[in-house]
């Protein structure tokens, strides 16, 4: 099967469409691109220009069998979802439809204007920097910039967008991204009324629990929506109707099938072996114990280190034999970081810490209550009810603090009859343990570049590791208790007996994920939608650790009010690693978890996407052919609903 670069060939006259030379068109989008709008000034990026792209001409080659197709999908390398779902539907269609041949276009990068060809390289600068991504998103999921980019795009790039279609002259068109929507869907129509024959266009939504405006264009053949949220999304923002809906689950790789099928239910007797069994296949230290599988992205972005020293710490003071599987991605820093880290210093300068009574209040999860302790540590102040968004919301702008956090949440049932929660409560995205705070230095600003982490305001952090060995305690002064948190300090559990057997394994980029996701137990990661779905398909707890705001924070409802994870922030290293190894040490907990995220999940969504769009195909060039009439395939389809 043709890979995602077929091999350039001219045009022929093997068809009935006439092609024209593009280049009037492309000199058009050049002039458009050399004029940046002041949003650039704005954000502080005017040196970001469009990548350069190598203009070829290519035709997609003619199927190898009678059963292949010829399908263009329409996506851009924003991340590694959209390239990553249009990879796992290109093997269904080898699979289902063998012969097919299919390229990858990224039709706004080769024929858009500015600002919208820049998309790759904003997206490199705006996702290290979570305030202005979340500015930038909810500016462009807004009704007036809907309407705005709409009628810009259609009157700017639709002819040249059209005239590369035509040139690619496939048989159908799958769009995975929303940039790719709404002008592509009218190129497809002015070609089918131009050729006399039907080029169907179908998108795939791959996004789980929000998803942006620009993905709903109503005019295309069938959407395929992952969740009831998008659905809802869908019907409300693009006016979609219900029939042209099809919700089957986030299209992900075949590997994830293949191993829900061996898997089956992970927490019985034959699941269990198998897992066994994908470990000692992975070369795993220490098989039998449980694993947890720590994620942050491609390129090894989040507060993974912090988050590995918090879990080390919980694991071995708690007594949990445990493994720590790291994938690092393209980070080689973090990896080799990890292998040379000093576990020793790491325990110790947490000790030290825990000593001085350096902690601040706790980051519960959100899959309940949010939770700080009382003075003598023994009762919890919890705020109830459902207010997972707001307090997302709080964390995004790196702002939390007692009037942020408690302002727009519903007052909570106190215990020993309190009626109002005390003066001196206060909530805080992250603890001072295990990492420690220290006065900002003018180099910290070059190493905020994670895109998953709002940086704390006047503070910067060092690896617990880093810290130098101290003979004596740190002074820390007790604030007053009627205006201070740390009064309200967590209680700890007790430490173990008997310290926990850690192994902390680094990886750089994984091609084994479903392997992977199989030999753990839990997975910790950011929120993003495939790894989301992967996880649910392999019925893997999830904690989830950060988000994009705006684009992502929908994820986060999903997996809480899917019941099969949490959601602790990365500034909370040792929240997360709290919430976990309670997870670790309550079966019960990991197998209800576990059977909610089975629930969730879909493995086989790409094959029963690719099977709808395949057959729907091949209905119109059976049409077109004259072979079978709308009427007839129309009837045919009616009973088959029947």
């Not at 106190?414 to 990492?435: A, H, Y």
């Amino acid at each position: 099967m043709t890979g995602f670069v077929p091999s350039p060939i001219q045009p022929t006259k093997q068809n009935s469409m006439t092609f024209t030379d593009t280049e009037e068109a492309e000199q058009e989008v050049n002039e458009m691109s050399s004029k940046a709008p002041p949003v650039a000034q704005v954000l502080g990026v005017s040196d970001i220009s469009p990548t350069p792209v190598e203009e070829v001409d290519v035709r997609l080659p003619e199927p190898t069998t009678e059963t292949g197709l010829k399908v263009l999908f329409l996506s851009s390398d924003t991340g590694g979802g959209h390239r990553a779902s249009a990879e796992s539907l290109a093997a269904q269609f080898e699979r289902i439809f063998p012969g097919s041949t299919y390229a990858l276009l990224d039709t706004v990068e080769r024929d858009g204007v500015y600002p919208y060809n820049s998309l790759v390289s904003w997206y490199k600068h705006l996702g290290a920097r979570p305030q202005q991504w979340k500015f930038v998103y909810a500016v462009s999921n807004s009704r007036a910039f809907e309407m705005m980019a709409d009628v810009h795009l259609k009157l700017m790039c639709e002819r040249a967008v059209r005239r590369r279609i035509m040139i690619y002259d496939p048989d159908v068109v799958v769009s995975v991204h929303p940039l790719m929507a709404n002008v592509p869907c009218l190129s497809c129509a002015k070609i089918t009324k131009k050729t006399g024959k039907k080029l169907p266009m179908f998108t795939v939504v791959t996004d789980l629990g929000s998803a942006h405006c620009l993905w709903f264009a109503n005019g295309v053949e069938q959407m395929y929506v992952a969740s009831d949220q998008i659905r809802l999304l869908a019907k409300a923002r693009g006016k979609v109707p219900d029939e042209k809906l099809v919700q089957y689950g986030l299209p992900i790789r075949h590997d994830f099938a293949v191993q829900a099928e061996f898997l089956g239910d992970r927490m019985s007797e034959d699941g269990k072996a198998h897992q066994l069994k994908v470990r000692n296949d992975l070369e795993l230290p220490s098989v039998e114990r449980k694993t947890v599988l720590v994620m942050g992205g491609g390129d090894g972005f989040g507060s993974l280190s912090d988050i590995v020293d918090a879990l080390y710490v919980e694991f071995v003071t708690r007594g949990i034999d445990a493994n720590i599987v790291v994938v690092c991605g393209r980070n080689e820093v973090l990896k080799k970081s990890l292998e040379e880290r000093n576990w020793e210093n790491v325990l110790e300068n947490y000790r030290i810490m825990k000593e001085s009574g350096d902690r601040g209040p706790v980051m519960s999860s959100f899959g309940s209550d949010y939770c700080t302790s009382r003075g003598t540590g023994n009762e919890a102040v919890c705020i109830g009810g459902d207010i997972t968004q707001n307090l997302r919301r709080i964390l995004s702008s790196g702002s939390l603090g007692k009037e942020s956090a408690l302002s727009s949440v519903p007052m909570a049932t106190l215990p020993d009859g309190m009626t109002t929660p005390p003066q001196s409560l206060s909530v805080s995205s992250g603890r001072s343990s295990p990492l420690l705070s220290l006065p900002e230095s003018d180099e910290d600003e070059a190493n905020k570049t994670s895109p998953d982490v709002t940086p704390t305001r006047n503070a910067r952090t060092i690896q617990l590791d880093q810290v130098p060995l101290m003979d004596t305690q740190i002074p820390v002064p007790l604030a007053d208790p009627d205006t201070s948190v740390s009064s309200y300090e967590a209680p700890r559990h007790d430490e173990a007996e008997i310290p926990g057997k850690v192994t902390v394994t680094g990886l750089g980029f994984v091609t084994r994920m479903a392997e992977y996701m199989v030999a753990a137990d839990i997975l910790v990661s950011k929120a993003g939608p495939g790894t989301i779905a992967e996880a649910a398909s392999l019925s893997l707890p999830v904690m989830l650790t950060s988000f994009l705001p705006g684009q992502e924070e929908g994820n986060v409802d999903y997996v809480v009010d899917g019941k099969f994870g949490a959601f602790c922030s990365d500034a909370d290293p040792l929240g997360i690693a709290e919430e976990v190894s309670g997870w670790m040490l309550d079966d019960e907990k990991l197998a209800e978890l576990s059977k909610a995220a089975k629930a969730m999940g879909n493995p086989n969504a790409a094959a029963e996407i690719v099977k709808a769009i395949g057959d729907s195909t091949w209905k119109w060039k059976k049409i077109n052919r004259g072979e079978l009439s709308e009427e007839t395939s129309s009837q045919s389809q009616q009973n088959q609903e029947e």
